[in-house]
């Protein structure tokens, strides 16, 4: 079984702190993703990594970068917190072969304060 | 770009009872088509998929859903649901050219009631 794990289920970080949220997937995945969650909005699309050390903007990066050092681990980074990237982020990942298949973490829940 | 819209927030249904959930989406090119399910406390996982072929497909769970092209829609239906399928329900697109970039509607929250 593919398995994409998330370094915490439920953070809380006040603002204007520097927040890291870290995603590891043990299939050998090309490619990763990071979504943000919010009632009503579905997921949208934060930035994606395709390769090691290459990245794209999805729809909502500001406020965001991203890290993908390692094949397997592909983070996402709140510069400087705010109150408005309190939300639901969730990680996954997808093969180079069958593409449009992703497989997702169980979501960090961030509160920012 | 495409859009993906969910046309009910909620839908209470009764255990046994038969479910469906709207999805229409809007794209200016070819798409493949998606439904995820995330139980609570879960991540996304896939329910089916529309890549090509039959319009009917069947996924896990005996859920299944049918591709209509006139009226960009792809509805997800199940006959008999159980308390076990209370969940957020995801319909998603992606563009056949734009790699694996999925755009997802609004979601649909369902509650099984005994």
């Known amino acids: 079984d593919v398995k994409v794990t998330q370094s915490s289920r439920y953070l809380v970080k006040r603002t204007g702190e520097k927040v890291f949220l870290e995603c590891v997937q043990d299939m050998d995945h090309e490619n990763m993703f990071w979504y943000r969650q919010d009632p009503g909005l579905g997921l949208r699309l934060i930035y994606f990594s395709y390769d090691v050390k290459m990245k794209e903007k999805g729809d909502i990066p500001e406020g965001y970068s991203v890290s993908r050092e390692k094949k397997e681990r592909f983070s996402l980074i709140l510069e400087s917190a705010s109150t408005n990237q309190t939300s639901m982020y969730l990680c996954?990942?997808?093969?180079?072969?069958?593409?449009?298949?992703?497989?997702f973490g169980p979501g960090t829940r961030l509160t920012v304060t | 770009a495409q859009s993906v819209t969910q046309l009910d927030s909620q839908v209470p249904v009764f255990e046994e009872a038969p479910v469906e959930l709207r999805c229409n989406y809007s794209s200016s090119v070819s798409v493949y088509l998606f439904w995820y399910v995330q139980y609570p406390n879960q991540g996304l996982q896939l329910l089916l998929k529309y890549l090509s072929g039959s319009t009917l497909v069947k996924g896990i769970n005996g859920f299944e859903a049918e591709f209509n092209k006139s009226q960009t829609s792809f509805h997800l239906r199940k006959p008999s649901v159980h308390i076990s399928d209370t969940a957020e329900y995801f319909c998603a697109v992606s563009a056949k050219a734009a790699g694996n970039k999925l755009t997802f509607g609004g979601g649909t929250r369902v509650l099984v009631k005994p």
């Open positions: 996954a990942s997808s093969s180079r072969t069958v593409l449009y298949e992703q497989y």
